[in-house]
């Protein structure tokens, strides 16, 4: 068996799980600014971020890094000269930097400090598919 194409399998996985809580969270804020504060359907909404924030987003963004840098340890070449990884590596960084900002968000809602708009979070949500158009393509495309 290669191992390699077991970790990769992995990451690829880590990574879909990721996305899908990226994509899926904001959405939910949009939601969750239009209920009243201390309502039902708000505290139905914090129960869902918190859930999909700490069980499902958090744990897939560390499988994301921890398999990323199996597959490098198992193919240490691929840092030498690889200008693609190197910007890929930094596009996965801002994921992470947007991945702790919904975090940070997601706790406002929590305490009911929530001050940003359905709009924000709307804009906010196309963050994650921008910054992953840019890594898909880095990956298959290896422009440099």
Wanted: aromatic share 12%; proline share 4%.
């Amino acid at each position: 068996m290669d191992i390699y194409l077991w970790v990769k399998a992995l990451h690829v996985l880590a990574i879909i799980s990721w996305m899908a809580a990226m994509l899926y969270l904001p959405r939910l804020f949009v939601y969750h600014t239009e209920a009243e504060p201390g309502s039902k359907q708000s505290e139905t909404f914090k129960v869902m971020e918190r859930r999909l924030y700490k069980a499902i987003m958090t744990p897939a963004m560390v499988a994301t890094w921890v398999f990323g840098f199996a597959l490098v340890a198992l193919e240490p070449g691929w840092m030498q000269g690889q200008g693609w990884l190197h910007t890929k590596i930094l596009l996965v960084i801002g994921m992470s930097a947007v991945h702790g900002i919904l975090g940070k968000h997601r706790k406002n809602f929590e305490a009911d400090r929530n001050v940003k708009t359905h709009k924000y979070f709307r804009i906010l949500n196309e963050v994650p598919t921008l910054l992953l158009i840019g890594i898909v393509i880095l990956v298959i495309v290896k422009p440099f």
